[in-house]
């Protein structure tokens, strides 16, 4: 190689050496959650599975493309809050993730309320249920209340009322009766009122909201209390420790988790 041959070579690496490196592409939201598997582990509760839960959140990104727009930081942030309640977003009931603009939003489903319900050590029962017009329905309160609900088995017709009502191992119970227009009251309150699950499951989210109510009257867990705490909540840290409880929802009492 002559020496006019080196020096262009020399001249041509300096040249490829220069030049800015293609930029990468910045990862896809499915890639994200794929990264984020190992957070997710350690945020979930024993008895789940972070790979099911991450299958979980792609399903439910392809089921509503439009959670695609919303910052990969607050789609993330709510797939947080599932893990850290052990609550599983989607077809299940127990919660929603739902866009809104650009935010993705946590909904807790009725289903997950009930199911952090029964994780207490001191749940007894808890139902909710509508009630029909042609439904045998009677409900009192006072020193003495009373709830009783005999529904006919066809013709019902419209919803008149709905209810929930749990009872506690030590005896204590509790119920709370809203009727259609309390409860529109609220889905106009709502964040998710005029899409989401109050569109698609109404109602379910009636049953939530009565569920909601009736556990300000009742002892609940640390997890129930963080769960409704963060309803209808946006987020963007990823940080899988403890959720804290916000100020504005206080439950009558609190009970701590009997397992260490």
């Known amino acids: 190689m002559t020496l006019a041959d080196t020096k262009a070579a020399v001249a041509q ?12 592409a910045p990862p896809t939201l499915a890639q994200q959650i794929d990264r984020m598997r190992p957070e997710i582990a350690r945020a979930l509760p024993k008895h789940m599975d972070a790979d099911r839960m991450a299958r979980i959140a792609l399903t439910t990104l392809r089921r509503t493309p439009k ?13 947080m809050t599932c893990s850290q309640l052990g609550v599983e977003p989607g077809a299940t009931g127990e919660a929603y993730l739902v866009p809104y603009g650009r935010e993705c939003t946590f909904i807790l ?8 319900f029964w994780q207490s050590p ?4 808890l139902a909710a249920e ?14 003495a209340p009373r709830l009783e609900h005999r529904p006919v088995l066809s ?7 709905y209810y929930a009502v749990a009872t506690t191992v030590n005896g204590g119970s509790a119920f709370v009766v809203l009727s259609p227009d309390d409860v529109e009251s609220h889905r106009k309150h709502s964040k998710s009122g005029s899409s989401g699950p109050w569109r698609d499951h109404f109602d379910a989210m009636a049953k939530k909201t009565c569920v909601r109510e009736l556990f300000k009257l009742l002892p609940v867990s640390v997890e129930l209390a963080q769960a409704v705490a963060h309803d209808e909540s946006v987020r963007t840290d990823l940080d899988a420790g403890v959720l804290d409880v916000e100020p504005d929802w206080i439950p009558g009492e609190v009970v701590e988790d009997s397992e260490p």
């Open 122 to 125: 001191i749940a007894k029962s």
């Open 155 to 161: 013709g019902r017709g419209r919803p008149v009322a």
């Open 109 to 116: 489903g009725y289903r997950g309320m009930a199911k952090l």
């Open 67 to 79: 959670l695609a727009t919303c910052t990969p930081e607050s789609f993330l942030g709510a797939l």
């Open 130 to 143: 509508v009630v029909y017009e042609n439904d045998h329905f009677e409900w009192e309160k006072g020193l």
């Open 13 to 24: 690496r300096a040249q490829q050496t220069n030049q800015p490196t293609q930029q990468q």
